[in-house]
């Protein structure tokens, strides 16, 4: 029997990108003789409500067409049961999507989609929050609010590059206690948390190129404090992925890791704000089904 599939489509995800393409790609699922249907959102949080009806509704495959946020809103409705998301990645970042090798370009995502088989990738959460790629606290928080006004003119990282530079005008260090599972507790000093089921964020920034969104693990990378001059010379390599061995950095993986800093930092999720400090991370193992392709997670930088 022909899989359908159900797309939640958020026409002004990517600047109006998400409503452009997903016309591309209905052309395509057309041509291939595809079975769907589909529904545009109309406000913030939306897409969880469709995904809700959806699913009670009795559909089993629903693809996410647009950016991280959507991603995270379907995700966070279809984790634990038994329906399957595909993403079509028409946002700003799509960095999830990246994680799972899925293509950039619209005719590869719709071909990787209809070719996909269900697998098990892993979701996560910080406190009570859902996310599905990174979440965290310090400069990225800045990140997401100054890079909302410039996603209203431009895709990809620029947006993010424009929001990390205003960032750095407000770098301030935040005393934290890390406390993994299973680890010994210490204390630093972080400009940056970072609790990544994801490779990367911020429309490509690849700071956790180890990371296996389904090793039933999260990815810890702090950046310690330093000043705008060393996060500078170090944000090339940030960027590339190449960062692991600065003496800036600290990275391990744990399945929960809880850090103590001052009441009531916002947290970025999935580039949302949201709860607050002091927060648990804690990974979630094969929480959710995606129409991926295989393999998932390569484990390589």
Known sequence: MQAR?????????GS???????????????????????????????????????????????????GDGTV??????????????????????????????????????????????PRRVDAARANDAFFINVSGFGFDVDVVRYTEKYK?????????????????????????????????????TALLFSACNGTQFAGGMRLAPLSNPADGMLDICILKGIG???????????????????????YFKARRVTAVAAPGL??????ELGSATPVTFEALPGALAVLAPDPIGQDTP
Request: charged content about 15%; glycine content about 10%.
């Open 5 to 13: 599939y159900y797309c939640i489509v958020n026409p002004i995800s």
């Open 16 to 66: 109006g990108r998400g409503k452009r393409e997903f016309e591309h790609a209905r052309a395509l699922l057309d041509a291939a003789g595809a079975n769907y249907a589909f529904a545009f959102t109309e406000y913030h949080l939306h897409a969880k409500e469709l995904a809700r009806a959806a699913l009670a509704s009795g559909e089993r495959c629903i693809v996410a067409v647009g």
């Open 72 to 117: 995270n809103e379907i995700a966070s409705v279809l984790q634990g049961t038994d329906a399957a998301m595909g993403i079509l990645p028409f946002g700003t970042g799509n960095d999830f999507s990246q994680a799972l090798h899925i293509p950039q370009d619209t005719a590869g995502a719709v071909a990787a989609l209809l070719a996909a088989s």
């Open 152 to 188: 209203k003119h431009a895709n990809g990282m620029l947006p993010y590059m424009l929001g990390v530079l205003q960032a750095l005008l407000h770098l301030k260090p935040i005393p934290v206690r890390v406390e993994p599972e299973g680890g010994a507790c210490f204390d630093t």
């Open 228 to 250: 705008r001059i060393a996060f500078l010379r170090l944000l090339p390599r940030y960027v590339r992925g190449e960062h692991l061995n600065s003496k800036h950095i600290l």
């Open 266 to 271: 916002p947290l970025n999720l999935d580039g």
